[in-house]
């Protein structure tokens, strides 16, 4: 049940939206929840991923949780926004359901979701009349597409390029027809390591499906992630209470979902390297990656762990796997992709017209090659391509 519904409708027959507005996850129609476990949302707008998110983040009056349910004239569902309300540098700020853990925002799509820009520009307008007051609407970390549907966002005029990138890697049926995609040295190097790790004793490799065994293994894994981002000098902040507690909420409603994916290298009982994913029916996405230090550096834990998930997951049934933002190295070992995640933004008050103007502005110069020139030799670099923005995300995966 909606608190509160806006009965806005955008024109007259098609392309006409109405809107429903909810403040709990919890009061969401459950015809979304079923959309959601097809190919109609991002493993990060599943039902658990985002009830351990609105549990977890926004439980207090800085955030406030702004759920938007777009249909179409005829009552069929077509655009769900999770979104949130809160403060940011003086603004209200309307924006997804993210605080650092989510790779990308998008809303979920329905049946009846826009598929050119004309009706995504009124489906926008009708989320807009819909919302509480605010000063800004923003969207950052936009995929270009939802599965195989493109994404209605990726359509609106002033949608910009973002700081970071998706990092996609796409498999054929035959597992080892990737494996030799890669080049020689790199797979000779994984071969070497795996044979070197199965001679230890009480050596292991598992997909962890108990969510209490889950529980377990995720306090060491959260020693070893975060004693390997502070050593390299890092910020790391997943180990604050409200990261601790949406994780944990992820682990033990994800696994018993099948929507969180766990993989754990053991020497017996003691994890030297942990990997965990998030998933729907086709898609997992690496999101945190947990390995011990030096003592262990001779089987390469980090890279073994990745290699074990993968083999696992191509014959599990997954075929789009996505490493994640962060640009590091050893995921181009991987021989994985790239693509642009994208940004928008809107004033919804006269307060909000210079950050919108400013986000818009930062886009733009992020899609000309001859503006990141200029703004590189003005740093005095070298580099003509915007460095990659770094986040809680990226930091998850170093």
Same mark, same amino acid.
């Given at each position: 049940?909606?608190?509160?519904?806006?009965?806005?409708?955008?024109?007259?027959?098609?392309?006409?939206?109405?809107?429903?507005?909810?403040?709990?996850?919890?009061?969401?129609?459950?015809?979304?929840?079923?959309?959601?476990?097809?190919?109609?949302?991002?493993?990060?707008?599943?039902?658990?991923?985002?009830?351990?998110? !609105?549990?977890?983040?926004?439980?207090?009056?800085?955030?406030? @949780?702004?759920?938007?349910? %777009?249909?179409?004239?005829?009552?069929?569902?077509?655009?769900?926004?999770?979104?949130?309300?809160?403060?940011?540098?003086?603004?209200?700020?309307?924006?997804?359901?993210?605080?650092?853990?989510?790779?990308?925002?998008?809303?979920?799509?329905?049946?009846?979701?826009?598929?050119?820009?004309?009706?995504?520009? &009124?489906?926008?307008?009708?989320?807009? /009349?819909?919302?509480?007051?605010?000063?800004?609407?923003?969207?950052?970390?936009?995929?270009? /597409?939802?599965?195989?549907?493109?994404?209605?966002?990726?359509?609106?005029?002033?949608?910009?390029?973002?700081?970071?990138?998706?990092?996609?890697?796409?498999?054929?049926?035959?597992?080892?027809?990737?494996?030799?995609?890669?080049?020689? +040295?790199?797979?000779?190097?994984?071969?070497?390591?795996?044979?070197?790790?199965?001679?230890?004793?009480?050596?292991?490799?598992?997909?962890?499906?108990? @969510? #209490?065994?889950?529980?377990?293994?995720?306090?060491?894994?959260?020693?070893?992630?975060?004693?390997?981002?502070?050593?390299?000098?890092?910020?790391?902040?997943?180990?604050?209470?409200?990261?601790?507690?949406?994780?944990?909420?992820?682990?033990?409603?994800?696994?018993?979902?099948?929507?969180?994916?766990?993989?754990?290298?053991?020497?017996?009982?003691?994890?030297?390297?942990?990997?965990?994913?998030?998933?729907?029916?086709?898609?997992?996405?690496?999101?945190?990656?947990?390995?011990?230090?030096?003592?262990?550096?001779?089987?390469?834990?980090?890279? %073994?762990?990745?290699?074990?998930?993968?083999?696992?997951?191509?014959?599990?049934?997954?075929?789009?796997?996505?490493?994640? #933002?962060?640009? !590091?190295? !050893? +995921?181009?070992?991987?021989?994985?992709?790239?693509?642009?995640?994208?940004?928008?933004?809107?004033?919804?008050?006269?307060?909000?017209?210079?950050?919108?103007?400013?986000?818009?502005?930062?886009?733009?110069?992020?899609?000309?090659?001859?503006?990141?020139?200029? #703004?590189?030799?003005?740093?005095?670099?070298? &580099?003509?391509?915007?460095?990659?923005?770094?986040?809680? /995300?990226?930091?998850?995966?170093?």
């Amino acid at each position: 049940m909606s608190d509160s519904v806006a009965g806005k409708a955008s024109g007259e027959g098609r392309g006409a939206f109405t809107a429903a507005l909810y403040h709990r996850w919890s009061d969401v129609p459950a015809a979304w929840t079923a959309l959601a476990h097809e190919t109609s949302a991002t493993p990060f707008q599943n039902p658990v991923f985002l009830a351990a998110w !609105y549990q977890s983040f926004c439980h207090n009056d800085p955030c406030q @949780p702004v759920i938007v349910a %777009l249909a179409g004239a005829d009552g069929t569902p077509a655009l769900l926004f999770p979104l949130v309300s809160l403060r940011d540098r003086g603004l209200r700020v309307v924006c997804f359901a993210d605080a650092g853990v989510s790779d990308n925002n998008a809303p979920l799509l329905g049946p009846a979701a826009p598929t050119s820009p004309g009706t995504a520009r &009124r489906a926008i307008e009708v989320l807009r /009349k819909a919302l509480p007051g605010h000063d800004l609407l923003r969207f950052d970390k936009i995929p270009q /597409k939802i599965g195989s549907r493109p994404n209605p966002l990726a359509l609106l005029a002033g949608v910009t390029e973002g700081p970071l990138n998706a990092h996609p890697l796409h498999f054929a049926d035959d597992f080892s027809d990737y494996v030799r995609s890669r080049a020689k +040295k790199f797979r000779k190097e994984q071969a070497r390591v795996w044979r070197v790790f199965q001679r230890l004793e009480g050596a292991r490799f598992d997909i962890i499906a108990d @969510p #209490v065994e889950a529980q377990e293994l995720f306090a060491t894994f959260e020693r070893l992630q975060s004693e390997r981002i502070r050593g390299l000098g890092q910020e790391y902040s997943l180990d604050e209470p409200e990261y601790r507690d949406f994780y944990r909420r992820l682990l033990a409603e994800g696994i018993r979902a099948g929507t969180v994916v766990f993989g754990a290298l053991r020497l017996g009982s003691e994890l030297i390297g942990g990997l965990i994913g998030i998933a729907n029916k086709r898609s997992l996405v690496f999101v945190r990656l947990g390995h011990a230090g030096d003592k262990w550096g001779f089987c390469s834990p980090g890279r %073994l762990v990745i290699e074990r998930v993968l083999e696992w997951a191509h014959g599990a049934g997954y075929r789009d796997i996505d490493f994640s #933002v962060g640009d !590091y190295d !050893y +995921k181009r070992d991987f021989c994985i992709g790239s693509e642009r995640l994208l940004e928008y933004a809107r004033a919804g008050s006269l307060k909000g017209v210079a950050a919108a103007g400013l986000h818009y502005a930062k886009g733009v110069a992020r899609g000309s090659p001859q503006l990141r020139a200029l #703004v590189a030799r003005l740093r005095g670099s070298g &580099r003509s391509a915007a460095p990659q923005a770094r986040s809680l /995300k990226s930091a998850a995966q170093g």
